[in-house]
């Protein structure tokens, strides 16, 4: 199984993916969040220039967000700078369009975007819908300039049946976020059905589940100041997903009276036609004074992967035999050494 590190784009990242590769870790994946952190491919752009193994990945972009003849030249140079290192990395939109009040893309207009990426990057000329027409484009002097050699693979995260299809048809490799590992392991095998459905090996797409959460100490609460911090992030996320119907889950009892909590407070944010510019602030990045009483150490347990080593790892294997090649963990600002605590884990695995 590899392992990796999932990070918000901040343009000091490179040292802790820096870190990550001196480790041994296989991948560093980045969010595109425009709203939240700095670009992707100016951070990514660093990390390729101070790394020399270790795979960079989009986790994930956004097609809504870039037109696609600048998306494919931003991956083309990137691949210049790491060749063979750079993963596509796309999907609908969760938190780089909620942060603007938009709900999902269409996957008919996600996968229309792929094929123009794609086209581009294979060199190809290829036919462009902007403005109201079609125009054919292609890159006009590749040579030396960008990367067009060298493939770049393609990542779909994909939660919903159609997506998942999609994904099986086309991808690479496929992308998941998950608290819970029985609900993982159904996941990768609805997506080995939709594979098996479209005659395709499920063994040949790569699957990645990404979590988030604390290694704690043999006697630490999931309600300590450090497990709130590494893990905290996640659980408030859980409830944003929850509030804005982005996440459709079957919750378990105990967790239904503090989501109608958290609706009754989302309900006070400001400005009331935009109360996403609130909820979404820091999103994934910290927790927010108000938001601070919903962290209950049940509340923790049941929404992140915070629990002892032994716990994690045997979490973690569970995950492997369920499907995954690989797990990554994403590391919140600040907390950035939490990254040897979770090696430790994976060396156990």
């Known amino acids: 199984m590899d392992f990796g590190i999932a990070l918000p784009s901040m343009l000091d990242s490179w040292k802790t993916v820096k870190r990550a590769e001196e480790l041994g870790l296989s991948h560093a994946w980045f969010y595109d969040t425009q709203m939240l ?46 060749p063979g290192r750079i993963i596509f990395g796309v999907g609908t939109g969760f938190t780089a369009r909620n942060t603007m009040g938009l709900g999902p893309m269409r ?8 094929r123009i990426v794609r086209e581009l990057l294979s060199g190809n000329m290829v036919e462009w819908e902007c403005e109201g027409a079609r125009r054919k484009i292609r890159f006009l002097n590749p040579g030396g300039f960008i990367n067009i050699t060298d493939r770049i693979p393609l990542h779909i995260s994909a939660f919903a049946p159609k997506a998942r299809k999609l994904t099986a048809e086309i991808a690479d490799g496929w992308m998941t976020f998950s608290s819970s590992v029985p609900r ?26 990404f979590a988030l959460g604390c290694v704690l100490g043999e006697k630490e609460s999931a309600a300590s100041a450090r497990a709130k911090a590494q893990a905290g992030p996640m659980a408030v996320v859980f409830l944003h997903g929850l509030v804005e119907a982005t996440l ?11 989501l109608e909590s958290y609706r009754k407070q989302h309900a006070t944010y400001q400005p009331a036609d935009a109360r996403y510019l609130q909820m979404h602030t820091m999103h994934l990045l910290g927790v927010r004074p108000e938001e601070e009483k919903f962290l209950s150490p049940e509340f923790i347990a049941a929404t992140t992967f915070t629990a002892t ?4 790892r045997d979490r973690i294997r569970a995950l492997g035999e369920g499907g995954y090649d690989q797990f990554v963990v994403q590391l919140v600002p600040g907390h950035e050494s939490a990254l040897e605590d979770w090696v430790r884990v994976f060396e156990s695995v």
Do not use: W
């Open 37 to 82: 952190s700095p670009d992707i491919f100016v951070t990514m752009a660093l990390a390729a220039d101070k790394t020399s193994r270790i795979k960079l990945g989009m986790g994930v972009m956004v097609p809504t967000n870039r037109i696609a003849p600048v998306a494919a030249n931003g991956l083309a140079s990137l691949n210049k700078l790491a």
């Open 107 to 114: 996957l008919t207009e996600m996968r229309e975007y792929i």
């Open 184 to 209: 993982a392991i159904h996941e990768a095998g609805e997506l080995a059905k939709s594979c098996e459905a479209l005659g395709r090996v499920p063994s040949s797409l790569y699957r990645t589940v």
């Open 309 to 312: 080593a032994t716990e994690l």
């Open 248 to 258: 459709g889950l079957n919750l378990p009892p105990e967790i239904q009276p503090v």
